[in-house]
């Protein structure tokens, strides 16, 4: 019987079997059907991936996906499997009240797989910063966590400075109380304004608090931020708790995004061995403009530049988050049963400069992977152009830096 679609010559790096070999994969029935195929296999239709890397689907574990519900969220698709990604988690952009029409209108028309992760506020990131702490009906979130759980997978919460002195409700106790009880992770926000009016060791002492709260399973996203309310200094020393916190189980996301990293300060971090468990990008809207920041190869490769493994980078690009999201069993990996969902990079080899944004660091990289090709349930689908072809060589980001 021939295969469907035979991906052949490939580099597979797939972490969760360690597995880093040229090799053929073949897929039936929307299924990974075989590792190692051989070469001969007759199939309906092939992928040459000659001088290209096969890896379990990418997973971006930030990412703002309500479309127009919240102003700066994109559609699932947009950043899903048009930008290399097979599933997508979307971090707080709506609140129980809106989990309903974020289904109907985003999530159910989409083919990339969403998870949500509910922000802690009712109205979500709709009002910005959040708000309704006092009206929340907290039997009313678990029941609507509890008739959605095929899609919700945690709880969000921005830990801003308007908490600290949030004196009729104190949300961080009631987020970590809501996802403990939900049996869910609580994804936590780092960074506030450079400009509140708090003084920084009551910031310290905040941040110190919250971490003390957090379980085996929750999730510091927005990891290696400069701005106030980070868990690391400038020189990559970590806050008081976070230690102690990371050895229960808790984990660092990345998602740079445009504003949430400063190399330096990752690159110390890295080098004291704090290293990000997966790679979020925080996508908003501009993704056209800014294809670097808003697709997880480019964050991958922009941690392979800071010190991580190709197999590391993809193991945070893919493994970690499925895990994270409670899906190891469905996806992450490309054991043969799972459904055929594939992200094919482009593994560039060169001199390239990367940029992390708001911070203004310019770092060079040799290597830099692009998404080309996914594969979602077997079917191949395209990376649209403005990612396929975004490669940032020296010249080309000198050019974008002067605009
Ligand atoms: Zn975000």
């Given at each position: 019987?021939?295969?469907?679609?035979?991906?052949?010559?490939?580099?597979?790096?797939?972490?969760?079997?360690?597995?880093?070999?040229?090799?053929?994969?073949?897929?039936?029935?929307?299924?990974?059907?075989?590792?190692?195929?051989?070469?001969?296999?007759?199939?309906?239709?092939?992928?040459?991936?000659?001088?290209?890397?096969?890896?379990?689907?990418?997973?971006?574990?930030?990412?703002?996906?309500?479309?127009?519900?919240?102003?700066?969220?994109?559609?699932?698709?947009?950043?899903?499997?048009?930008?290399?990604?097979?599933?997508?988690?979307?971090?707080?952009?709506?609140?129980?009240?809106?989990?309903?029409?974020?289904?109907?209108?985003?999530?159910?028309?989409?083919?990339?797989?969403?998870?949500?992760?509910?922000?802690?506020?009712?109205?979500?990131?709709?009002?910005?910063?959040?708000?309704?702490?006092?009206?929340?009906?907290?039997?009313?979130?678990?029941?609507?966590?509890?008739?959605?759980?095929?899609?919700?997978?945690?709880?969000?919460?921005?830990?801003?400075?308007?908490?600290?002195?949030?004196?009729?409700?104190?949300?961080?106790?009631?987020?970590?109380?809501?996802?403990?009880?939900?049996?869910?992770?609580?994804?936590?926000?780092?960074?506030?304004?450079?400009?509140?009016?708090?003084?920084?060791?009551?910031?310290?002492?905040?941040?110190?608090?919250?971490?003390?709260?957090?379980?085996?399973?929750?999730?510091?996203?927005?990891?290696?931020?400069?701005?106030?309310?980070?868990?690391?200094?400038?020189?990559?020393?970590?806050?008081?708790?976070?230690?102690?916190?990371?050895?229960?189980?808790?984990?660092?996301?990345?998602?740079?995004?445009?504003?949430?990293i400063n190399f330096n300060l990752a690159r110390a971090a890295l080098q004291r061995g704090f290293a990000p468990q997966a790679f979020g990008t925080d996508v908003v809207k501009l993704p056209e403009q800014q294809p670097h920041f808003y697709?997880?190869?480019?964050?991958?490769?922009?941690?392979?530049?800071?010190?991580?493994?190709?197999?590391?980078?993809?193991?945070?690009?893919?493994?970690?988050?499925?895990?994270?999201?409670?899906?190891?069993?469905?996806?992450?990996?490309?054991?043969?049963?799972?459904?055929?969902?594939?992200?094919?990079?482009?593994?560039?080899?060169?001199?390239?400069?990367?940029?992390?944004?708001?911070?203004?660091?310019?770092?060079?990289?040799?290597?830099?992977?692009?998404?080309?090709?996914?594969?979602?349930?077997?079917?191949?689908?395209?990376?649209?152009?403005?990612?396929?072809?975004?490669?940032?060589?020296?010249?080309?980001?000198?050019?974008?830096?002067?605009?």
């Amino acid at each position: 019987m021939p295969v469907d679609l035979l991906i052949k010559n490939g580099r597979v790096v797939d972490p969760s079997q360690n597995i880093d070999r040229i090799t053929n994969i073949a897929i039936a029935d929307g299924k990974i059907s075989a590792l190692d195929a051989p070469a001969a296999t007759e199939a309906a239709q092939t992928l040459d991936a000659t001088g290209q890397l096969v890896c379990p689907g990418l997973i971006d574990l930030h990412a703002h996906v309500s479309r127009d519900l919240v102003s700066l969220a994109v559609d699932p698709d947009e950043a899903g499997i048009t930008a290399g990604c097979t599933a997508v988690s979307d971090a707080g952009s709506v609140g129980y009240l809106h989990l309903h029409p974020f289904r109907k209108y985003a999530i159910e028309p989409a083919k990339t797989d969403v998870f949500v992760f509910l922000n802690i506020s009712p109205f979500g990131e709709v009002v910005l910063p959040e708000t309704g702490f006092d009206i929340l009906d907290e039997a009313e979130f678990l029941r609507v966590i509890d008739t959605n759980r095929d899609v919700v997978r945690g709880i969000k919460l921005r830990a801003i400075a308007e908490l600290i002195y949030a004196v009729k409700v104190d949300v961080v106790k009631m987020a970590v109380r809501i996802a403990h009880k939900a049996g869910l992770p609580l994804m936590v926000h780092l960074g506030m304004g450079f400009n509140e009016p708090v003084p920084a060791d009551e910031i310290d002492a905040f941040i110190t608090r919250m971490l003390g709260m957090l379980e085996k399973g929750d999730i510091l996203t927005h990891a290696f931020t400069d701005k106030p309310g980070g868990v690391f200094r400038l020189d990559g020393s970590p806050l008081p708790g976070l230690e102690s916190a990371l050895g229960r189980g808790v984990y660092l996301d990345a998602a740079p995004g445009r504003g949430h990293i400063n190399f330096n300060l990752a690159r110390a971090a890295l080098q004291r061995g704090f290293a990000p468990q997966a790679f979020g990008t925080d996508v908003v809207k501009l993704p056209e403009q800014q294809p670097h920041f808003y697709n997880v190869a480019a964050v991958a490769s922009k941690f392979m530049a800071l010190g991580l493994s190709l197999g590391d980078a993809i193991r945070a690009a893919s493994c970690n988050p499925a895990k994270m999201l409670g899906e190891q069993d469905q996806r992450g990996s490309l054991r043969p049963g799972l459904a055929a969902d594939i992200s094919i990079l482009g593994y560039h080899e060169g001199e390239f400069l990367l940029h992390d944004g708001r911070a203004g660091n310019l770092i060079p990289a040799s290597v830099f992977l692009s998404p080309q090709i996914t594969i979602k349930n077997g079917e191949i689908i395209p990376v649209r152009e403005s990612h396929r072809r975004h490669v940032p060589t020296r010249s080309m980001m000198e050019a974008l830096l002067q605009k």
